[in-house]
């Protein structure tokens, strides 16, 4: 994938959350630490799967690249150009957002019309009459009949309304989409539809996407490569076949064990114990360290850096004691 | 196979609505012995969740519930409100699907799991009750069972809500437990967790296990057998060998079809086209207007569920076609 | 706003419509809603009295002092021998005025607080919700007391405006809305906070909306909801507000008739003349009664759960 | 806890101290002048007369230096001097608030129960007929006013029953806690009434939220009965937002209890501060609403520390 | 539910009683106000001059009769007596105290304590009210322990009218204590601890003061005349009238007097003719003179043909008749017909809206097309007529005033204030354009002055003092009070009163209507109240009221 130009970069990208406190008599203050020095990059036309469980940080990060969130540290590249106030205008624009509650995700108050073609509106992109034409030629394009456009939001189905905000973030002819659990509020047999709509989608448009999941048997049929990120860390990051195939992190090994399948009866015992720790208080070291099987002395003392498994360059892994 | 410990005749719940009652499920019949696991699947709205409150006796309010529950050979259907108190709780458990919002957060997680005790148990009080509630903690593989007795609700994490919320339903030692979507809540790696303790404590007690959930997966993980829904209706039933080995109905092949697998990529994953139809669309059969195998004649009347091999049952006309 | 072209007028009547048809469905509220049709018809209906049957509102006849309901007098007359019936119509258009004024202002002020504070979080909402915090606190009526008693030449208006009927009445506009906006920008806030962290609005602002955008085309038309409740029940408590202020001597200053003035001017009466007392005081009962049981209806109406 | 209620308390002081500043800017804005009143019926009295007063009183000085003067006084707990009653601030005031006080505890712990009863009951069936009836009394209990109630109840009780004396806080002459009590009963129903309306509403509301959730659900499941997941799950959550909305409203008693007091004639805070502003007496309307906002801001602290109490998810820091 | 219904009936059976069979020891009083403070001299109130009526008594006092009579002294002085003679520019007058008097302490009242008054009168920093009185005394001699001599300043007819006393043996401390202006208000026993017994010297003593809802009165045991015939009297303030009027029909109260604020005339009207028999009414006429002042520096009210068409447009016998039921008379200047000074010559204008119209056209007032007059300008003949809000007796009166100035073309326009803004500021910085309604209250007799003589304009420059609202100024009437005041000549005296009236009536400064009249309700058990219709109210001769 390197040939492919680099779209967006997030460079030694932290988020942390004020929880409040400290000051005049305010007690302890607490800090959420929601992404820790998250670094990598996603070229023009490539899927990128972010994967982890929640309070992993991958929505904060999905935030971060959509622009809803400053991020605390770090530098993020558009094009490879840093963000500034004007990279951003440009941005805005070619990075465009599907979120994972298709009930919530739309303004009940407006026509679907309305509703795809707000990021036209807003960035006062065309006439009127051909951003209707627009908003008519998406609906079409997500596989919508046509008079879908003067209904509203109430009167579809959830797998419908994900087509509409698909609908939507395709608007503006964006070169990115950032698609933040696009399918795990839909029911099983209505995500399969979403996903070849997505690929579909793709290949049509040459879109590039970061797909924010937690369903490891979805990443594996859509995107290029993976990010695993765990407690605000990124984990591991490879080409999706290599991961699939080899994975090098002892999290994404356990993961990856842990996703159930179909008529396979369970093996018991599982593959990882434990629940991960807060994010308030993170361990000190491998943040993984207290779950993790091959756990060491090192671990314990020492933040391990992201560096390429033995003899395959390609898959990067966070561990001192990579596969 | 030993006798069935539940066995539900045509159970169907039905709820006013304009004018009419509108039959959110119908025709369920199905058994279940001791020690063995029923996994009951279904897309949203499919009426898994309602059949699970019917077997407790806690239909919503208006809700009317018809046909027969035999629990242990008594006829739970009808009965009075005294006779299901003393039921649930004690022989019939069940577990809900958020761990979050089904315990109570104001109370300690000790004292709700006492609570059971208390209730149930003769002359049972509640200092002894919430010391017998560490010990359950204990069997549900809580750490430090005697702290988290005392934590509120939202001071344990998720994967220990819902170890807690089984460590109530196994309080007073049910012979059945219903498990609603038990795991969906919860990260894969934590879902696997829950998964083992459920097959460990059946393990151990011998208790029969009502799974239902919407994957696939997750319920061929742990059932023995395998109750497909699809708007309101049983679509197929068969043990889980021979529902995946030779799926029956078209929509299970559907869903088993959709599903992607972790471990192998396809180019395109098979669809099924539309979406769940809104309840009571007239005869015929539910599935009809997505089916690729539907014709004149399914449209017509519905299928009744019948046997094609020993005990995989379906219900469709194209079965096996 | 170039948006606002798009005909999304037919359309958009369809959530309404929705609602609409809830609201139909809920017994009370549509009755609280004919009934305060109906009294908002009996206030207007002054106006033909006055214009074709010759009644005044204000002429005195002192031979018929406390006269029982008659042809000339429908529902007789008052302790100077006014026509009740008319009075009652006219007091009702001030008392509904009153209560509608001042809550719209009012509910403005709090929209004016509460979507801000609500929106932008942070230092704008600490400050501005300290600030509500602080005005709840006040004691209301006292503080009512001491608005009403406020000498508006000392605030720089001529002497002649601040002795004027228009500026009795719209004192008391004023000070309720000044006084009465707390609870609306409370809740306004609440689902300004709620509506914010909606995916609909985070999309907008991934494409860049700015703050007013998001305010005005998706805030503002999401917290109609409880707005709109919010409203139909402070209308009724402005009502009360106002026969309250009149019992203390500072509302609509008599001989301009309100139902609050009348229910308090025969309070001396109400051994004597009860009936003086009873027609205002039944209008300002079902005024507020049928303020809140359509204020439920609406809320039943707005809610999506209570769809089934 | 401690930091939770001492940081409190330093709001609502500062909230105290910006409203004193408003209610003083208020009070300056009241028709006449404490001079002029002075001055009312000496003809003797000359514009100089009234200009050598006005500076001892410091009456000539801005806004903000008198108010400064003011504060500087108040807090060495000097509140001037009544003009209607001829004593100090404080004397006058200190035993009309603990007479309100009264009442309004009493009222208010009434109107609580009342409506926690009341609530429970209609939230049980929602729509249902005895839902009805109590949304009914309660709507009513909002819609009359509250001097209009009060002058029913001495009709009724008073005038034709003979059951309760119509006004006073006690007999000349006897000093029973019966006598008292009797005189308490019609001021105190008419105040929780008023009251137990909103309140009712709001159980009532809250009751079905709570019935309506997941751990009421799983109380059954339990094998719990009606009665305990009721009073027991549904009821103590519904308490939380109940509790905070009751304890805000504490203050609007204020309200009522002007009303009441100054039809069943008894001495109270809120009719003091009603006469105090119709009677030009400056310092004692400014200290009253002071004290009343106290009130009001101390009910506020309570309901923050109930809400922490009921709530074990609140932390208080 | 049924429980909490239990309960409540339970409550009600506890708590409920049927009303005490009154001891007729007792005697509950109602009144619509509470006296601010209890000191004599500081904020003149109606009820505060009625509540010290039971505890402290004046040297004299007019009676029910309308005759200056001695309460603490043995003769009134008088020229004839030579108890007041001439002195020098002024007068010297004796004050001779009946002996035996006592403080309800047991210490006797002597000259010292009217002396002491005087100090107190006549120091401008004292705080009191009303210094006029004291600023034409001089000094004051001590004769003995009974007698004083009071030296005025200039003659003055009203010298016969003794004052009230202090007890200097309990006040002197606070007179002293006082370092600022108005001080000796503040620390006076009166309004620190007004139940101390030595404050008084009248037949019942305060011994219960619960600001703000009740004074309790009992016995003064040093009291040297007629025993009280209640052990207790009771004042009790409620300020609604309608619940006031309750109390009265429940038994709470037994006694709503006329001469305190209390019911209202409308009131007592209409109970009366609900219940004739349940109680005795009392209606007497009264000094209080209610009347329109109208301002004449209006350019409008300049003309006096438009005056008089305004009082000619009036039918206020008819007014009267309905409203009041004939009780309050109509007037015809501000001297009312019991008033010993009343001069027959001016009669009261009859109701004649022929002559008003005529009157209004001569003045070039003509009948618009609205009814309303206009003149030759095109100006409306529209007046605004102010009162004092929430006062529902003259809030009628205006309204039926208004409708019958429409009928001959004038329009008034109703803008009424809260009664202390009206007196704070409409009327007394002449801010009411028009009219304004309301009543004078003076003693018998007594020269008008403060309402009528030109040097009591108010002005900024006199810093609003006077209450000559109306801009009123005559040459006549000026010499007319002058004389009043200060001729002691019983022929001058009558003739200044004769003239004064025939003026007022001419020139109409202001619009008469009626004299109030005092309306008592008397439980049918109690004697000896006797109304009196002016400022020395009846509670001076308390110790006559008995039950039977």
Same mark, same amino acid.
């Given at each position: 994938?390197?040939?492919?130009?680099?779209?967006?970069?997030?460079?030694?990208?932290?988020?942390?959350?004020?929880?409040?406190?400290?000051?005049?008599?305010?007690?302890?203050?607490?800090?959420?630490?929601?992404?820790?020095?998250?670094?990598?990059?996603?070229?023009?036309?490539?899927?990128?799967?972010?994967?982890?469980?929640?309070?992993?940080?991958?929505?904060?990060?999905?935030?971060?690249?959509?622009?809803?969130?400053?991020?605390?540290?770090?530098?993020?590249?558009?094009?490879?150009?840093?963000?500034?106030?004007?990279?951003?205008?440009?941005?805005?624009?070619?990075?465009?957002?599907?979120?994972?509650?298709?009930?919530?995700?739309?303004?009940?108050?407006?026509?679907?019309?309305?509703?795809?073609?707000?990021?036209?509106?807003?960035?006062?992109?065309?006439?009127?009459?051909?951003?209707?034409?627009?908003?008519?030629?998406?609906?079409?394009?997500?596989?919508?009949?046509?008079?879908?456009?003067?209904?509203?939001?109430?009167?579809?189905?959830?797998?419908?309304?994900?087509?509409?905000?698909?609908?939507?973030?395709?608007?503006?002819?964006?070169?990115?989409?950032?698609?933040?659990?696009?399918?795990?509020?839909?029911?099983?047999?209505?995500?399969?539809?979403?996903?070849?709509?997505?690929?579909?989608?793709?290949?049509?448009?040459?879109?590039?996407?970061?797909?924010?999941?937690?369903?490891?048997?979805?990443?594996?049929?859509?995107?290029?490569?993976?990010?695993?990120?765990?407690?605000?860390?990124?984990?591991?990051?490879?080409?999706?076949?290599?991961?699939?195939?080899?994975?090098?992190?002892?999290?994404?090994?356990?993961?990856?064990?842990?996703?159930?399948?179909?008529?396979?009866?369970?093996?018991?015992?599982?593959?990882?114990?434990?629940?991960?720790?807060?994010?308030?208080?993170?361990?000190?070291?491998?943040?993984?360290?207290?779950?993790?099987?091959?756990?060491?002395?090192?671990?314990?003392?020492?933040?391990?850096?992201?560096?390429?498994?033995?003899?395959?360059?390609?898959?990067?892994?966070?561990?001192?004691?990579?596969? | 196979?030993?006798?069935?410990?539940?066995?539900?005749?045509?159970?169907?719940?039905?709820?006013?609505?304009?004018?009419?009652?509108?039959?959110?499920?119908?025709?369920?019949?199905?058994?279940?012995?001791?020690?063995?696991?029923?996994?009951?699947?279904?897309?949203?709205?499919?009426?898994?969740?309602?059949?699970?409150?019917?077997?407790?006796?806690?239909?919503?309010?208006?809700?009317?519930?018809?046909?027969?529950?035999?629990?242990?050979?008594?006829?739970?259907?009808?009965?009075?409100?005294?006779?299901?108190?003393?039921?649930?709780?004690?022989?019939?458990?069940?577990?809900?699907?958020?761990?979050?919002?089904?315990?109570?957060?104001?109370?300690?997680?000790?004292?709700?799991?006492?609570?059971?005790?208390?209730?149930?148990?003769?002359?049972?009080?509640?200092?002894?009750?919430?010391?017998?509630?560490?010990?359950?903690?204990?069997?549900?593989?809580?750490?430090?069972?005697?702290?988290?007795?005392?934590?509120?609700?939202?001071?344990?994490?998720?994967?220990?809500?819902?170890?807690?919320?089984?460590?109530?339903?196994?309080?007073?030692?049910?012979?059945?437990?219903?498990?609603?979507?038990?795991?969906?809540?919860?990260?894969?790696?934590?879902?696997?967790?829950?998964?083992?303790?459920?097959?460990?404590?059946?393990?151990?007690?011998?208790?029969?296990?009502?799974?239902?959930?919407?994957?696939?997966?997750?319920?061929?993980?742990?059932?023995?057998?395998?109750?497909?829904?699809?708007?309101?209706?049983?679509?197929?039933?068969?043990?889980?060998?021979?529902?995946?080995?030779?799926?029956?109905?078209?929509?299970?092949?559907?869903?088993?079809?959709?599903?992607?697998?972790?471990?192998?990529?396809?180019?395109?994953?098979?669809?099924?086209?539309?979406?769940?139809?809104?309840?009571?669309?007239?005869?015929?059969?539910?599935?009809?207007?997505?089916?690729?195998?539907?014709?004149?004649?399914?449209?017509?009347?519905?299928?009744?569920?019948?046997?094609?091999?020993?005990?995989?049952?379906?219900?469709?006309?194209?079965?096996?076609? | 706003?170039?948006?606002?072209?798009?005909?999304?007028?037919?359309?958009?009547?369809?959530?309404?419509?929705?609602?609409?048809?809830?609201?139909?469905?809920?017994?009370?509220?549509?009755?609280?809603?004919?009934?305060?049709?109906?009294?908002?018809?009996?206030?207007?209906?002054?106006?033909?009295?006055?214009?074709?049957?010759?009644?005044?509102?204000?002429?005195?006849?002192?031979?018929?002092?406390?006269?029982?309901?008659?042809?000339?007098?429908?529902?007789?007359?008052?302790?100077?021998?006014?026509?009740?019936?008319?009075?009652?119509?006219?007091?009702?258009?001030?008392?509904?005025?009153?209560?509608?004024?001042?809550?719209?202002?009012?509910?403005?002020?709090?929209?004016?607080?509460?979507?801000?504070?609500?929106?932008?979080?942070?230092?704008?909402?600490?400050?501005?919700? $300290?600030?509500?915090?602080?005005?709840?606190?006040?004691?209301?009526?006292?503080?009512?007391?001491?608005?009403?008693?406020?000498?508006?030449?000392?605030?720089?208006?001529?002497?002649?405006?601040?002795?004027?009927?228009?500026?009795?009445?719209?004192?008391?506009?004023?000070?309720?809305?000044?006084?009465?906006?707390?609870?609306?920008?409370?809740?306004?806030?609440?689902?300004?906070?709620?509506?914010?962290?909606?995916?609909?609005? $985070?999309?907008?602002?991934?494409?860049?909306?700015?703050?007013?955008?998001?305010?005005?085309?998706?805030?503002?038309?999401?917290?109609?909801?409880?707005?709109?409740?919010?409203?139909?029940?402070?209308?009724?408590?402005?009502?009360?507000?106002?026969?309250?202020?009149?019992?203390?001597?500072?509302?609509?200053?008599?001989?301009?008739?309100?139902?609050?003035?009348?229910?308090?001017?025969?309070?001396?009466?109400?051994?004597?003349?009860?009936?003086?007392?009873?027609?205002?005081?039944?209008?300002?009962?079902?005024?507020?009664?049928?303020?809140?049981?359509?204020?439920?209806?609406?809320?039943?109406?707005?809610?999506?759960?209570?769809?089934? | 806890?401690?930091?939770?209620?001492?940081?409190?308390?330093?709001?609502?002081?500062?909230?105290?101290?910006?409203?004193?500043?408003?209610?003083?800017?208020?009070?300056?804005?009241?028709?006449?002048?404490?001079?002029?009143?002075?001055?009312?019926?000496?003809?003797?009295?000359?514009?100089?007369?009234?200009?050598?007063?006005?500076?001892?009183?410091?009456?000539?000085?801005?806004?903000?230096?008198?108010?400064?003067?003011?504060?500087?006084?108040?807090?060495?707990?000097?509140?001037?001097?009544?003009?209607?009653?001829?004593?100090?601030?404080?004397?006058?005031?200190?035993?009309?608030?603990?007479?309100?006080?009264?009442?309004?505890?009493?009222?208010?712990?009434?109107?609580?129960?009342?409506?926690?009863?009341?609530?429970?009951?209609?939230?049980?069936?929602?729509?249902?007929?005895?839902?009805?009836?109590?949304?009914?009394?309660?709507?009513?209990?909002?819609?009359?006013?509250?001097?209009?109630?009060?002058?029913?109840?001495?009709?009724?009780?008073?005038?034709?029953?003979?059951?309760?004396?119509?006004?006073?806080?006690?007999?000349?002459?006897?000093?029973?806690?019966?006598?008292?009590?009797?005189?308490?009963?019609?001021?105190?129903?008419?105040?929780?009434?008023?009251?137990?309306?909103?309140?009712?509403?709001?159980?009532?509301?809250?009751?079905?939220?709570?019935?309506?959730?997941?751990?009421?659900?799983?109380?059954?499941?339990?094998?719990?009965?009606?009665?305990?997941?009721?009073?027991?799950?549904?009821?103590?959550?519904?308490?939380?937002?109940?509790?905070?909305?009751?304890?805000?409203?504490?203050?609007?008693?204020?309200?009522?209890?002007?009303?009441?007091?100054?039809?069943?004639?008894?001495?109270?805070?809120?009719?003091?501060?009603?006469?105090?502003?119709?009677?030009?007496?400056?310092?004692?309307?400014?200290?009253?609403?002071?004290?009343?906002?106290?009130?009001?801001?101390?009910?506020?602290?309570?309901?923050?520390?109930?809400?922490?109490?009921?709530?074990?998810?609140?932390?208080?820091? | 539910?049924?429980?909490?219904?239990?309960?409540?009936?339970?409550?009600?059976?506890?708590?409920?009683?049927?009303?005490?069979?009154?001891?007729?020891?007792?005697?509950?009083?109602?009144?619509?106000?509470?006296?601010?403070?209890?000191?004599?001299?500081?904020?003149?109130?109606?009820?505060?001059?009625?509540?010290?009526?039971?505890?402290?008594?004046?040297?004299?006092?007019?009676?029910?009769?309308?005759?200056?009579?001695?309460?603490?002294?043995?003769?009134?002085?008088?020229?004839?007596?030579?108890?007041?003679?001439?002195?020098?520019?002024?007068?010297?007058?004796?004050?001779?105290?009946?002996?035996?008097?006592?403080?309800?302490?047991?210490?006797?009242?002597?000259?010292?304590?009217?002396?002491?008054?005087?100090?107190?009168?006549?120091?401008?920093?004292?705080?009191?009210?009303?210094?006029?009185?004291?600023?034409?005394?001089?000094?004051?001699?001590?004769?003995?322990?009974?007698?004083?001599?009071?030296?005025?300043?200039?003659?003055?007819?009203?010298?016969?009218?003794?004052?009230?006393?202090?007890?200097?043996?309990?006040?002197?401390?606070?007179?002293?204590?006082?370092?600022?202006?108005?001080?000796?208000?503040?620390?006076?026993?009166?309004?620190?601890?007004?139940?101390?017994?030595?404050?008084?010297?009248?037949?019942?003593?305060?011994?219960?003061?619960?600001?703000?809802?009740?004074?309790?009165?009992?016995?003064?045991?040093?009291?040297?005349?007629?025993?009280?015939?209640?052990?207790?009297?009771?004042?009790?303030?409620?300020?609604?009238?309608?619940?006031?009027?309750?109390?009265?029909?429940?038994?709470?109260?037994?006694?709503?007097?006329?001469?305190?604020?209390?019911?209202?005339?409308?009131?007592?009207?209409?109970?009366?003719?609900?219940?004739?028999?349940?109680?005795?009414?009392?209606?007497?006429?009264?000094?209080?003179?209610?009347?329109?002042?109208?301002?004449?520096?209006?350019?409008?009210?300049?003309?006096?043909?438009?005056?008089?068409?305004?009082?000619?447009?009036?039918?206020?016998?008819?007014?009267?008749?309905?409203?009041?039921?004939?009780?309050?008379?109509?007037?015809?200047?501000?001297?009312?017909?019991?008033?010993?000074?009343?001069?027959?010559?001016?009669?009261?204008?009859?109701?004649?809206?022929?002559?008003?119209?005529?009157?209004?056209?001569?003045?070039?007032?003509?009948?618009?097309?609205?009814?309303?007059?206009?003149?030759?300008?095109?100006?409306?003949?529209?007046?605004?007529?102010?009162?004092?809000?929430?006062?529902?007796?003259?809030?009628?009166?205006?309204?039926?005033?208004?409708?019958?100035?429409?009928?001959?073309?004038?329009?008034?326009?109703?803008?009424?204030?809260?009664?202390?803004?009206?007196?704070?500021?409409?009327?007394?910085?002449?801010?009411?354009?028009?009219?304004?309604?309301?009543?004078?209250?003076?003693?018998?007799?007594?020269?008008?002055?403060?309402?009528?003589?030109?040097?009591?304009?108010?002005?900024?420059?006199?810093?609003?003092?006077?209450?000559?609202?109306?801009?009123?100024?005559?040459?006549?009437?000026?010499?007319?009070?002058?004389?009043?005041?200060?001729?002691?000549?019983?022929?001058?005296?009558?003739?200044?009163?004769?003239?004064?009236?025939?003026?007022?009536?001419?020139?109409?400064?202001?619009?008469?209507?009626?004299?109030?009249?005092?309306?008592?309700?008397?439980?049918?058990?109690?004697?000896?109240?006797?109304?009196?219709?002016?400022?020395?109210?009846?509670?001076?001769?308390?110790?006559?009221?008995?039950?039977?």
């Amino acid at each position: 994938m390197s040939a492919a130009a680099e779209l967006v970069a997030l460079d030694r990208i932290s988020v942390q959350f004020d929880l409040g406190g400290g000051g005049f008599l305010g007690g302890r203050r607490r800090v959420l630490r929601a992404a820790q020095d998250v670094s990598f990059s996603i070229a023009e036309g490539e899927t990128l799967g972010l994967v982890g469980e929640s309070g992993s940080g991958k929505s904060t990060l999905g935030n971060v690249v959509a622009g809803l969130q400053p991020p605390s540290a770090g530098t993020l590249r558009f094009r490879g150009r840093a963000m500034d106030a004007a990279t951003w205008r440009e941005a805005r624009r070619s990075i465009q957002i599907v979120f994972q509650d298709p009930f919530g995700a739309l303004d009940p108050r407006m026509p679907v019309s309305d509703i795809i073609a707000e990021p036209l509106r807003i960035r006062c992109i065309g006439s009127t009459a051909g951003r209707r034409a627009r908003a008519a030629e998406l609906v079409e394009q997500v596989g919508l009949p046509r008079d879908a456009l003067n209904r509203y939001p109430h009167e579809f189905s959830g797998g419908q309304r994900q087509r509409i905000a698909i609908a939507r973030a395709l608007a503006p002819a964006p070169a990115l989409i950032v698609a933040d659990e696009p399918l795990s509020a839909l029911d099983v047999s209505i995500q399969s539809q979403i996903l070849n709509l997505m690929k579909d989608l793709q290949e049509a448009h040459g879109l590039a996407f970061l797909f924010i999941t937690h369903d490891l048997a979805v990443v594996n049929h859509l995107v290029d490569r993976v990010a695993v990120l765990y407690l605000g860390r990124l984990v591991e990051l490879a080409p999706r076949a290599e991961l699939f195939a080899r994975p090098s992190h002892p999290y994404t090994q356990a993961l990856l064990a842990s996703v159930p399948r179909i008529g396979v009866r369970r093996h018991r015992r599982p593959a990882i114990s434990g629940e991960m720790p807060s994010p308030l208080a993170p361990p000190p070291g491998c943040v993984f360290h207290p779950r993790c099987p091959k756990a060491q002395d090192a671990c314990r003392h020492d933040v391990p850096a992201l560096a390429p498994a033995p003899g395959r360059p390609a898959q990067l892994a966070a561990c001192h004691f990579k596969d | 196979m030993t006798a069935p410990l539940l066995e539900v005749t045509d159970l169907g719940v039905s709820f006013p609505h304009a004018g009419g009652r509108h039959r959110v499920v119908a025709g369920i019949s199905y058994a279940l012995a001791p020690g063995r696991t029923l996994g009951v699947v279904g897309e949203s709205g499919c009426g898994k969740s309602v059949t699970a409150l019917a077997l407790v006796g806690l239909v919503p309010a208006p809700g009317h519930v018809e046909g027969s529950i035999r629990f242990d050979g008594r006829e739970l259907v009808g009965q009075s409100h005294a006779a299901w108190r003393a039921l649930r709780g004690a022989d019939i458990a069940m577990v809900f699907q958020e761990p979050m919002t089904a315990l109570n957060p104001v109370m300690t997680i000790g004292r709700q799991i006492a609570e059971s005790l208390v209730l149930h148990r003769d002359g049972m009080g509640w200092r002894e009750g919430e010391r017998e509630a560490v010990g359950l903690l204990e069997a549900v593989g809580i750490n430090a069972p005697r702290d988290r007795a005392r934590a509120y609700p939202h001071q344990l994490s998720g994967g220990m809500r819902q170890r807690a919320v089984i460590a109530m339903a196994l309080a007073c030692g049910p012979r059945l437990l219903v498990a609603d979507e038990p795991t969906t809540a919860l990260d894969v790696t934590i879902q696997a967790q829950i998964l083992d303790l459920l097959q460990d404590l059946q393990d151990r007690t011998g208790m029969a296990i009502q799974f239902i959930s919407h994957n696939l997966a997750v319920v061929s993980a742990i059932a023995h057998d395998i109750i497909v829904m699809y708007a309101g209706r049983i679509v197929e039933r068969a043990p889980v060998e021979a529902l995946f080995a030779h799926p029956l109905h078209p929509y299970t092949q559907g869903l088993i079809a959709t599903l992607p697998d972790p471990d192998h990529r396809v180019a395109r994953l098979p669809v099924i086209p539309g979406s769940v139809p809104d309840l009571d669309t007239g005869g015929g059969c539910r599935f009809a207007d997505r089916c690729p195998r539907a014709d004149a004649a399914c449209r017509i009347a519905e299928p009744a569920l019948v046997e094609m091999a020993p005990g995989h049952l379906v219900a469709c006309f194209k079965a096996g076609a | 706003m170039s948006a606002a072209v798009l005909p999304r007028t037919d359309a958009a009547l369809s959530v309404w419509r929705l609602r609409w048809r809830r609201f139909r469905r809920h017994r009370t509220g549509m009755a609280a809603l004919a009934v305060l049709a109906l009294l908002g018809i009996f206030a207007l209906a002054a106006y033909p009295m006055q214009w074709f049957g010759g009644f005044d509102p204000d002429a005195t006849d002192l031979l018929a002092r406390f006269d029982p309901p008659s042809a000339a007098h429908w529902l007789g007359t008052d302790e100077a021998g006014r026509d009740e019936l008319v009075r009652l119509m006219v007091g009702g258009q001030i008392s509904l005025l009153v209560g509608l004024l001042a809550t719209v202002f009012g509910g403005t002020l709090g929209l004016l607080i509460g979507i801000p504070a609500g929106y932008f979080g942070g230092r704008v909402d600490a400050v501005l919700m $300290r600030f509500t915090d602080g005005m709840m606190s006040l004691p209301l009526l006292p503080l009512l007391i001491v608005l009403g008693a406020v000498d508006l030449t000392k605030l720089g208006f001529s002497p002649e405006f601040a002795r004027s009927g228009a500026a009795g009445f719209w004192r008391i506009v004023v000070i309720i809305a000044i006084v009465d906006w707390t609870s609306i920008a409370r809740i306004v806030r609440a689902a300004t906070l709620a509506v914010k962290e909606r995916d609909y609005v $985070r999309a907008a602002r991934a494409s860049g909306a700015g703050a007013a955008d998001v305010m005005l085309s998706h805030v503002l038309a999401n917290v109609a909801t409880p707005i709109i409740v919010s409203f139909t029940l402070t209308v009724g408590r402005v009502i009360l507000f106002e026969s309250v202020l009149s019992f203390l001597g500072f509302g609509v200053v008599p001989p301009t008739p309100s139902w609050g003035n009348m229910l308090n001017n025969a309070q001396e009466l109400v051994t004597t003349a009860p009936a003086l007392a009873v027609y205002p005081g039944l209008l300002i009962f079902f005024t507020v009664i049928a303020a809140n049981f359509l204020g439920d209806g609406l809320q039943h109406a707005f809610d999506p759960r209570s769809e089934r | 806890m401690a930091r939770f209620i001492l940081r409190r308390i330093l709001q609502a002081a500062f909230v105290l101290l910006v409203m004193s500043f408003v209610i003083y800017s208020l009070i300056g804005l009241m028709p006449g002048d404490p001079i002029d009143i002075m001055i009312a019926s000496n003809p003797g009295a000359t514009p100089e007369l009234a200009a050598a007063l006005r500076k001892i009183y410091g009456l000539d000085q801005p806004l903000l230096s008198r108010y400064g003067h003011w504060l500087w006084a108040a807090v060495q707990g000097d509140f001037g001097y009544s003009r209607l009653h001829s004593a100090p601030v404080l004397a006058v005031l200190a035993p009309a608030l603990w007479q309100t006080c009264k009442l309004m505890l009493i009222s208010f712990t009434a109107a609580v129960l009342l409506a926690f009863a009341l609530g429970i009951v209609a939230a049980l069936r929602p729509g249902g007929p005895v839902d009805a009836l109590i949304s009914l009394f309660a709507f009513a209990g909002i819609s009359v006013p509250v001097f209009w109630l009060a002058l029913m109840m001495i009709l009724v009780f008073a005038v034709d029953l003979h059951w309760f004396p119509a006004s006073g806080i006690a007999t000349v002459g006897d000093g029973s806690i019966r006598d008292y009590a009797r005189h308490m009963v019609m001021p105190v129903i008419t105040l929780a009434l008023a009251q137990t309306g909103g309140f009712t509403r709001f159980v009532r509301a809250s009751m079905i939220e709570s019935l309506r959730s997941d751990h009421v659900r799983t109380a059954r499941a339990k094998g719990a009965g009606e009665g305990r997941v009721v009073l027991v799950h549904a009821f103590r959550t519904a308490l939380i937002p109940v509790v905070t909305v009751m304890a805000l409203n504490f203050g609007s008693l204020f309200g009522g209890a002007l009303l009441t007091e100054t039809m069943f004639a008894q001495p109270g805070m809120g009719k003091m501060i009603y006469d105090s502003i119709l009677g030009n007496d400056y310092n004692l309307a400014l200290t009253g609403l002071l004290f009343a906002t106290l009130v009001t801001l101390l009910s506020n602290l309570l309901a923050d520390i109930a809400y922490g109490w009921l709530d074990p998810r609140i932390t208080l820091a | 539910m049924r429980v909490w219904a239990a309960m409540a009936v339970a409550a009600m059976v506890v708590f409920a009683a049927p009303a005490y069979a009154a001891p007729r020891e007792q005697l509950v009083i109602g009144v619509s106000q509470f006296p601010s403070t209890l000191h004599p001299a500081v904020n003149p109130e109606a009820i505060k001059s009625y509540t010290m009526g039971f505890g402290l008594r004046p040297i004299s006092a007019f009676d029910s009769d309308w005759k200056n009579t001695c309460l603490q002294c043995t003769e009134l002085p008088s020229l004839a007596n030579g108890l007041a003679r001439m002195e020098g520019h002024g007068m010297a007058v004796t004050v001779k105290l009946r002996s035996g008097l006592l403080w309800g302490d047991g210490v006797p009242v002597t000259a010292g304590d009217l002396a002491f008054m005087w100090k107190l009168g006549h120091d401008p920093e004292s705080g009191f009210a009303d210094l006029s009185y004291w600023l034409r005394v001089d000094s004051i001699e001590v004769i003995d322990d009974l007698t004083a001599v009071m030296h005025l300043n200039q003659p003055w007819t009203q010298f016969d009218h003794l004052p009230g006393m202090l007890p200097e043996h309990l006040e002197a401390k606070a007179a002293a204590a006082g370092k600022q202006p108005g001080d000796y208000a503040k620390q006076s026993l009166y309004a620190r601890a007004p139940t101390t017994p030595g404050l008084y010297n009248g037949p019942y003593r305060i011994t219960q003061y619960d600001s703000g809802t009740q004074v309790v009165l009992e016995p003064n045991p040093y009291w040297h005349g007629t025993a009280p015939g209640f052990r207790r009297i009771v004042i009790r303030a409620i300020e609604n009238t309608a619940a006031l009027q309750a109390n009265l029909q429940s038994g709470d109260v037994d006694f709503a007097p006329g001469d305190a604020p209390s019911l209202t005339l409308d009131q007592v009207l209409a109970l009366r003719r609900q219940h004739p028999d349940a109680w005795t009414y009392l209606f007497k006429p009264a000094l209080s003179y209610e009347h329109i002042d109208l301002n004449l520096d209006n350019p409008i009210l300049a003309d006096i043909r438009v005056r008089r068409a305004l009082l000619l447009a009036l039918d206020r016998r008819t007014l009267a008749d309905r409203l009041f039921e004939g009780m309050q008379p109509v007037a015809a200047s501000f001297v009312t017909p019991l008033d010993p000074m009343h001069d027959n010559a001016v009669p009261v204008q009859p109701y004649d809206p022929v002559r008003a119209r005529a009157l209004l056209a001569e003045a070039g007032w003509r009948p618009g097309p609205d009814g309303i007059c206009r003149n030759a300008r095109g100006e409306r003949l529209s007046l605004e007529f102010g009162t004092t809000a929430g006062n529902r007796v003259r809030e009628l009166a205006q309204l039926v005033m208004k409708d019958q100035w429409r009928a001959v073309g004038v329009e008034a326009l109703v803008k009424n204030d809260p009664a202390r803004t009206f007196f704070g500021e409409t009327v007394k910085r002449r801010q009411f354009s028009a009219m304004a309604m309301y009543a004078w209250s003076t003693g018998i007799s007594y020269p008008p002055r403060q309402v009528l003589a030109s040097d009591q304009i108010p002005t900024a420059s006199n810093n609003w003092g006077g209450s000559n609202y109306m801009g009123f100024r005559d040459a006549g009437m000026d010499a007319a009070i002058l004389t009043a005041e200060t001729d002691l000549d019983p022929g001058h005296q009558r003739a200044a009163w004769a003239a004064m009236q025939r003026i007022y009536a001419e020139q109409l400064p202001a619009l008469p209507l009626f004299f109030r009249a005092d309306a008592y309700v008397l439980p049918k058990w109690l004697k000896g109240v006797r109304p009196t219709g002016h400022s020395d109210y009846s509670s001076l001769w308390a110790e006559d009221w008995h039950a039977e």
